[in-house]
Each structure stands twice: as C-alpha cells, then as structure tokens.
C-alpha cells in the first residue's frame, strides 16, 4: 500500500509534511530495530532538514540505531561544513558520505545472472553482474529512502531502488545500468514513465537487498524547497505515484525547437560531471544542428572524481560502439556520462564523427581543457543575456537540470 498526499498543483504547509511522516512511521514496525536513511546530496533540490528532523523526531527512542547515509553515486563527497548544512545534527543519528571509492565500504547481496540481463535489457546487454552496495544498508534492519524524484536522463525518473543503485552502489552495476541507459540514449529515456529496462535492472538488483526497504519520495517545487507532494509505501510504489506527479510539475513543453539554449547553471553543480543535466533536460526542445550553451562561470573543472572524462572526451554513443575494441576495457559508466553531454550523432570510419548538436561550455574552465574533451568554448564574460533574450531562436533556462524540456508531439 502507498500512502500519499498532495498533489501538482498543491504546496504542502511544514505542519502537514511533520504530520504525513509522524503518521507513516507510527504504523510501521520500527521499535527496536535499526534504520539506515539513504538521502541525496546537495545536487538535489529538496527541503532535507525538514524531512529529516520529521523523520527523527518521529523514530528518535524507539528504534536502536539510526544513521544518515548519503547517496553519492559517484559524486564528490560532502565536506564537514557542506555535510552538517545539509544534515543538522540531531541526537542520536549518524550522518555517512557514501565512500565510492573506498573497497571495504561495500557487501555483495548477489548476481544477476548474464541470461537475466539480457532479459531486462531487452538484449542490449548479456553478462553476469554482481550486485555490491554500501554496507551500512544491508546492516542495518530497515533502509528507508527519503528523496525527491524529477525526470532523469538513465532511468526516466529518478527516485526511489535508484538511491541503492546508482545511489550507494558499486562500480559493476552502476557501470551496466548507465551504459544500459546510454546505449538506449539519454533523449530516448528522459522523462519516460513507467518501468523503462534501466529502472528494470535497478528493481531486480534492489529485490537481493536483505533489508526490509522503504521510501518516502517527495516531488519538490525545482529551485525551491517547496513540496508538492509526499508518497510512503515500498521504494517501487512510492515512486511510482511519486513520478506521476513530477511528470506533471518537472516537464515544460515548447510548441517548435529552437535554435540554441543557454543553460544557466545553478551553483549547487560544482563541475561539469553534474551541471551536464543542464543539456540533458533541454537536448530534446534543440533542432538539428542546434547549439546548447551552458553557462557556469562558477564551474572550473570537467570532473574532479573522474579525470579520466578529460581524456576520453564527449562524443555520440555510436563512436563507442563502432569502436568498442578501443574502449570497453574502460568504467562503462564514464562512457556514458560522455554520450549523455555529447547527445545524438554518428560515426563511421569513412566520414567520423557527425553530432546532431553543438555543445559549449561558458565557465571557468581553461580553452584548451574544454577543446581537448571535444566541446565548444565561450568566455562567460561575453554571453549577452539581454541579447539572446531579444533573440527569438534563442531559449534561456534559468537554474537549468532539474526540469526537462520536450516537445509536443
């Protein structure tokens, strides 16, 4: 059973919010037992404090432990001050980074089998994964969720089993279920409902999770920390009834593509591994040949965790696979962060590479580095904002990432 309240076109008081939680978790049997709560980092609009603090105070007492796990996926970690702004510290609960890059942080809770891949993946893909993820889940009695859910470009809509996996997962099955979505496309997947094969493949990896799982997804007014509406039940329902509503809130629709966006990057994307949702969501609204800018003067590296981006570059899905000798020995997962910033193209040894969009990065990042990983380069200090609004081909996106653009069909 999911419970829920609100809707598109509510904002839910604080009061309401305490309450709704006070009552989920009043009839869940929690006394005694362990939590862990799997929360987002900063790269999420969401009114965290106020979840949390509703949360603690209605399990603080009653059950025997209670840690804050923060689900990175492969992000940076939170800094101590960065942390405690994000997670007060409240009494008797432990706040976590999720430590990716530490081996021992993680547990195995089994395989997919290579034959069931295929299955989920509809034969994109064939090979045996093993399932590992932080082990402060599986050690603790229940993992309860609590997060908002928006249009995302590997699994449709983010949210719920997706906080275990990309969430708090390791390396294996973070890099399938990306290049799973890459190989579908970011264009193709963004923003579809229902269970597309990625949210398929991070079902069947939750199910092996010996925890009892709950979520408490919660739509979230994009920029704001206002809250439309809250679903409680299982990570799969919770979610669900939760992306209905932000597929009504979180997708804005254009009657024709324009020529060129300008993405004005929020500063909560410290580099350009995150402040790449600026393109993802605005990707669909661009006509062939199009530009997308993204402005950050604030951005200075490509990626600070995963180096590698400035080597392999951005490029199209198909120069991947039409080369995939050259590059399968590599983190599928960073092949897939490439081909969602670079969008649709082709390639073929005869005529090379062939994007269907231009790709510019405005920010603080040196020529040469943003040339060198294959995007276009502009001095933020020249992006005439008075200009380009007067421009009728030209859509400017303020605090750009969380809401997708499409077109009517």
């Not at 060129?260 to 062939?288: N, Q």
Request: charged share 20%.
């Amino acid at each position: 059973m999911t419970a829920q309240i609100g809707g598109p076109d509510t904002v839910l008081p604080e009061a309401r919010v305490r309450a709704f939680v006070a009552e989920q978790l009043a009839d869940e049997d929690l006394d005694g037992r362990s939590v862990c709560l799997v929360v987002p980092d900063a790269t999420r609009s969401c009114p965290l404090p106020l979840l949390l603090a509703a949360v603690h105070e209605a399990l603080y007492g009653r059950v025997s432990r209670l840690t804050v796990l923060v689900a990175l996926g492969t992000h940076a970690p939170m800094g101590e001050a960065e942390l405690a702004a994000h997670v007060p510290p409240l009494p008797g609960m432990t706040v976590l980074n999720h430590e990716w890059w530490e081996p021992s942080t993680f547990a195995s809770v089994g395989t997919i089998g290579a034959e069931r891949v295929a299955e989920l993946s509809g034969g994109l893909l064939r090979q045996e994964v093993d399932v590992r993820l932080n082990r402060a889940v599986v050690d603790h009695d229940v993992a309860l969720v609590v997060g908002p859910v928006f249009p995302h470009e590997v699994v449709g809509f983010s949210g719920g089993d997706k906080y275990f996996f990309p969430g708090v997962a390791g390396a294996d099955i973070i890099d399938l279920s990306h290049w799973l979505g890459a190989l579908i496309t970011s264009a193709e997947i963004i923003g579809t409902r229902g269970i597309t094969p990625v949210r398929a493949l991070i079902h069947e990896a939750a199910a092996l999770i010996p925890s009892r799982r709950r979520a408490l997804c919660v739509v979230v007014e994009s920029g704001t920390g206002a809250l439309h509406s809250m679903a409680y039940g299982t990570p799969e329902a919770a979610w669900s009834a939760a992306a209905d509503v932000s597929a009504q809130v979180h997708v804005r629709y254009l009657d024709a593509p324009v020529r060129r966006v300008v993405s004005v990057i929020p500063e909560k994307y410290e580099d350009i591994w995150t402040a790449a949702k600026g393109f993802y969501k605005l990707e669909p609204v661009v006509a062939d040949g199009g530009e997308v800018v993204l402005y950050a003067p604030h951005v200075r590296t490509i990626s600070a965790m995963h180096p590698e981006i400035e080597e392999i570059g951005y490029h199209c899905r198909d120069y991947f696979t039409k080369q995939w000798d050259r590059f399968k020995h590599l983190h599928w997962g960073v092949l897939a962060h490439s081909t969602h910033l670079r969008g649709a193209g082709t390639y073929d040894e005869e005529h090379g590479e062939r994007c269907r969009l231009t790709v510019t990065l405005a920010t603080g990042i040196p020529e040469d580095v943003v040339r060198g990983a294959n995007l276009g380069h502009l001095d933020p200090s020249a992006v005439d904002f008075a200009a380009l609004a007067a421009d009728p081909d030209t859509l400017v996106v303020p605090q750009a990432g969380e809401v997708l653009h499409r077109l009517r069909r």
